[in-house]
């Protein structure tokens, strides 16, 4: 007798898909991750084959699964995270046009000043939630429209990942959910659904889109061909996650108002609940739908924190490469460690994490990063904990933004994602933000936070409240220290000043004008 119960979290991430099996209390059973590339055919354009993203998703899949060793008959559901904001362009048959355009694509930076022509930032943010902004999808089908018209009249559905990865794992509803759809700057936020203004906007209708259901919502349940490329039991239950953050929301318990945990990945969300939209008491932040079904999320972000850390892996890193392949060990736990050589402050040296521009609370599309302050006197190791103190610093613009924000605040912030498996890491970040810090003993919340949503949606448990209970646990809490608050306070001063002097100048906007012309 199979005593056992699987539930099954997928998480098609940017850069690759994880995919992890958890029991009843959330333990690991099983795990799998493929890595897949974005492709950027001009400067500041983003796009992905989703075909290699299926792919990624089928191996991944196969890997959990292998690792697991369950019968089929312990699996009980399916819950999928994906990205939000990544729009996927398809026929009538749901078969891809062309690349998905990826979130932190820049592609339609010019949309800003056309959508302000068509609606005030000020309406824009009351009607969606979302600050009006070239980042989000309502701007690149606009910028589709009208750059590749003849695909766009062939374009029968536009799709999130979330449903479009759900058809292709079988699932009979085309349906999406407002936790997956808050980084498309589409909704009408107050009723949780598509506002007709914006699409209009757009271009396009509502026979257009997938319509809104909920999170956790059942899907239908995995195809004989999906079981076949996955390894995943024929006629599990398929449902409907969310968008990965408000899936790490969940999968870091933050269900209550006062909660919000940040998600350090490629990019870095924080995500707060919400109970009501009257807590609202500023513009730095933007909300949406939350993966608890008939709640809200509030959220701010710096699109490049993770990715911060693969750049200098993939062209600064080699010596951490071949050190990590050498004693079994992971590069980016090496630069953390390489960091420990230098001293907070990193000696003066500062680096500006806007790899895919600034975010919260500047929504500045033509920022970039950089150095600053090198001197001679700077070593490597300088430059590692450099960037590890620049991308703690835009999370702490974030944090701040949630405290002024938000009635009452923020009193509990727990972090999560890949960037906390290092203790170092995580304690230059509290040192930073300056409050207290908890972490997860499942640091992959996002995909912990979707099986959670299949696990609920499949019945397994009565209230997500039940579930995040039986399955979510907080390992450690990390102290900000009391020796480093002045020196950390005054960095972070001068680290913010510089980006407000560069950006009033008007010199991001000359670079990237500079770079769409000669490159």
């Known amino acids: ?57 089928c191996e991944a899949c196969s890997q959990a699964t292998s690792a697991a060793n369950l019968p089929a008959e ?57 600050q009006l902004s070239p980042l989000w999808t309502a701007a690149k089908i606009a910028w589709f429209r009208d750059n590749q018209p003849a695909l766009f009249e062939k374009t029968h559905w536009f799709a999130n990942g979330q449903e479009y990865f759900l058809y292709k794992l079988g ?15 589409m909704m009408d936020i107050a009723n949780l659904d598509w506002s007709d203004k914006i699409l209009t906007m757009c271009g396009i209708t509502r026979d257009k889109l997938p319509p809104v ?69 500023g513009n730095n932040l933007w909300w949406g739908g939350h993966g608890v079904p008939g709640a809200w999320d509030i959220e701010g972000a710096a699109f490049s924190l993770g990715a911060c850390l693969k750049w200098w892996r993939d062209n600064m890193g080699r010596r951490e490469i071949e050190a990590g392949n050498a004693l079994g060990r992971s590069p980016f736990a090496l630069m953390v460690d390489g960091a420990s050589a230098s001293p907070p402050g990193a000696k003066g040296l500062l680096f500006h994490s806007f790899l895919s ?42 944090v701040d933004a949630f405290q002024s924000d938000i009635e009452g605040g923020i009193s509990e912030l727990r972090l999560t994602g890949g960037g906390t498996k290092s203790a170092g890491f995580v304690q230059i970040m509290t040192d930073i933000i300056g409050m207290p810090t908890r972490v997860t003993t499942e640091r992959e919340c996002t995909v912990l936070g979707a099986a959670i949503l299949g696990a ?64």
């Open 213 to 281: 259901g909920v999170p956790s919502g059942v899907a239908g349940s995995l195809s004989k061909q999906a079981a076949a490329l996955t390894g995943l039991p024929e006629g599990i239950t398929l449902c409907r996650g969310a968008g990965d953050q408000q899936c790490a929301a969940i999968g870091a318990g933050v269900i209550k108002q006062g909660m919000a945990e940040f998600t350090v990945g490629t990019s870095g969300v924080m995500v707060g609940h919400l109970d009501s939209l009257d807590r609202i008491k």
């Open 1 to 57: 007798m199979v005593t056992t119960r699987a539930f099954v979290g997928i998480d098609a991430g940017t850069t690759g898909c994880t995919v992890m099996i958890f029991d009843e209390r959330g333990r690991s059973l099983g795990h799998g991750y493929k890595e897949y590339p974005c492709i950027a055919p001009h400067p500041g354009w983003s796009e992905q084959d989703l075909d290699a993203v299926w792919q990624g998703i």
């Open 357 to 398: 521009s600034q975010v919260t609370p500047y929504y500045d599309a033509a920022s970039r990063g950089g150095f600053l302050g090198i001197g001679l006197y700077h070593t490597r190791h300088d430059m590692i904990r450099a960037l590890l103190e620049g991308c703690a610093n835009e999370m702490r613009m974030v």
């Open 456 to 519: 609920f949606g499949s019945g397994a448990f009565s209230t997500i409240d039940e579930a995040v209970d039986q399955m979510v646990e907080v390992e450690a809490e990390f102290i900000p220290s009391q020796r480093l608050s002045e020196l950390y306070g005054e960095q972070h001063e001068i680290w913010r000043g510089m980006y407000e002097a560069i950006a009033a100048g008007g010199q991001y906007q000359k670079l990237a004008d500079f770079s769409a012309k000669y490159f």
């Open 171 to 185: 699932a009979e509803e085309w349906v999406t959910d407002p936790a997956s759809l808050t980084l498309n700057g």
């Open 74 to 130: 312990a699996y009980k559901s399916v819950g999928l995270s994906s990205q939000r904001g990544t729009i996927a362009m398809l026929d009538e048959d749901k078969q891809p046009l062309c690349n998905s355009y990826v979130w932190n694509c820049t592609r339609a930076i010019d949309y800003q000043a056309k959508f302000e022509a068509e609606i005030s930032p000020v309406e824009h943010q009351k009607l969606t939630g979302m």
